[in-house]
């Protein structure tokens, strides 16, 4: 699906404004396809990586969330290592996908990472998909390709002043720590999202200081070590995972998976569009389609969210981690019973 129309999105004059096709934007024909094609595949990448980090994070102990903890726990697991390379290498191609594309762009793409979670979960749930799912996912697919052909989303400047980066990342701090504020309920689905949004809203940050650490490179690893983006990259990412696995070990993949999925691409295109000059069509009719396709684009993400391929996921999930609680508990019980010596109330001989 996503083949057929990709050539189509790159390469058409906009019907809307008549604005030139991407593929003639600033960045060239070869570098928007460079673009796209490693944003589909990093999209692939993250969607494999949160499935293998949320099997492994749903059997930790709840007590853990947003503990160092966790991810110490979790690093002792095979499977979540294994997520971990997945998301190392989906940034790497993220990376590469900023380097040639705008944040407007790329972002996006990102969001089809959804898509491919269903289509994984499918696989492990052994079910078929039904008229729900392939609504879900065409919902997303058109509405990706309807606001990128309305948008035209164009090149701008990889960076900006320090004072514009220090508010943005002051308001995107503040939100993510509400966000985790609220999140310290009782695990659950309330729980989830909100962590998930705090997430979300890091790794929008994240994207915008990888797309100039990407630029930057291109430029001299020197210049690249000798600023502080970098660095600053570094810390948000990190909080940016410890919220994820945090959400993910809350609540399903399902619920938290989509919070992430639309957060993310909105506060990235928000700082591109803010902070780096990036150009989306303004237009009366354009800005309707972009307005339209992203409701669109939600309402699918909402209807993959509540398909019965991902509700048998979350039911998998959450019977193995009652299990191996039970299983630690019981442990536990007998562990104390063979080591404390009691009296019964008959007053009969310890035992």
């Not at 996912?137 to 900006?160: E, H, T």
């Not at 981690?321 to 001989?349: C, I, M, Y």
Request: positive net charge; proline residues 6%.
């Amino acid at each position: 699906m996503l083949a057929g129309i990709l050539p189509w999105i790159v390469t058409a004059p906009s019907p809307i404004n008549g604005a030139p096709p991407l593929a003639v934007h600033a960045s060239g024909h070869t570098s928007t396809l460079i673009a796209v094609v490693a944003a589909f595949a990093a999209a692939l990448g993250f969607a494999l990586a949160s499935v293998w980090q949320q099997q492994a994070a749903a059997s930790v102990p709840a007590k853990m969330a947003l503990s160092p903890r966790l991810l110490l726990t979790l690093a002792r697991r095979p499977i979540w290592l294994a997520g971990i390379g997945a998301g190392v290498v989906s940034i790497g191609l993220q990376a590469l996908a900023l380097a040639f594309g705008p944040l407007t762009l790329v972002q996006p793409l990102l969001v089809t990472d959804l898509v491919f979670a269903m289509l994984l979960g499918m696989r492990r749930s052994r079910q078929r998909l039904g008229m729900r799912e392939w609504a879900g996912m065409l919902a997303v697919v058109a509405g990706l390709a309807i606001f990128l052909l309305a948008a035209r989303p164009y090149q701008g400047k990889p960076d900006s002043r320090d004072v514009v980066w220090l508010v943005i990342g002051l308001l995107a701090l503040v939100a993510a720590g509400a966000a985790v504020a609220g999140g310290r309920s009782p695990v659950g689905v309330r729980r989830a999202i909100l962590l998930a949004a705090a997430a979300g809203t890091l790794f929008g940050l994240q994207s915008a200081l990888l797309r100039t650490v990407s630029v930057r490179l291109g430029r001299g690893i020197l210049q690249t070590l000798t600023s502080w983006h970098p660095y600053a990259l570094a810390v948000v990412a990190i909080a940016g995972v410890l919220c994820s696995q945090s959400a993910f070990q809350a609540g399903p993949v399902g619920v938290s998976l989509p919070v992430i999925d639309t957060l993310e691409p909105s506060v990235a295109i928000l700082i591109g569009a803010v902070a780096f000059g990036e150009h989306l069509a303004y237009s009366p009719g354009a800005i309707v389609l972009e307005i339209v396709s992203w409701a669109v684009i939600i309402a699918g993400v909402i209807i993959l969210d509540r398909s019965p391929v991902i509700l048998d996921l979350q039911q998998q999930q959450s019977e193995s981690r009652d299990s191996e609680q039970g299983a630690q508990e019981l442990e536990h019980n007998v562990g104390q019973s063979v080591s404390t010596p009691t009296v019964p109330r008959d007053g009969g001989k310890l035992h």
